[in-house]
């Protein structure tokens, strides 16, 4: 089975056999915490303005059809794919 883990699976277990992980105290209300964190982190009705030129919206809502998803998505979609480190750019 450790065959099948990657490796951000592996670095955690390796440090948790050498002892690394402390209990926290209070666990049921740390994970309540935890649990709201991502529920307000997750939640979508969160907005942003931003302003780009008119030829790069036109773009974007014209690889957005190419997608076959509405412009608002892809753009959604290309900002979380870059946060997690999924998306690269090149100057």
Sequence with gaps: MIDKINKEERDLL???NRGE???VN???ERKSDLKNYARTTMRKEKRVNIRISERDLRELQRKAVQ???PYQTFISSILHKFINGNFSYHK
Aim: aromatic share 16%; glycine share 8%; hydrophobic share 35%.
């Design 14 to 16: 390796k440090s948790f």
């Design 21 to 23: 992980w402390k209990s």
């Design 26 to 28: 209070n666990l049921e």
């Design 67 to 69: 997608e076959g998803l």
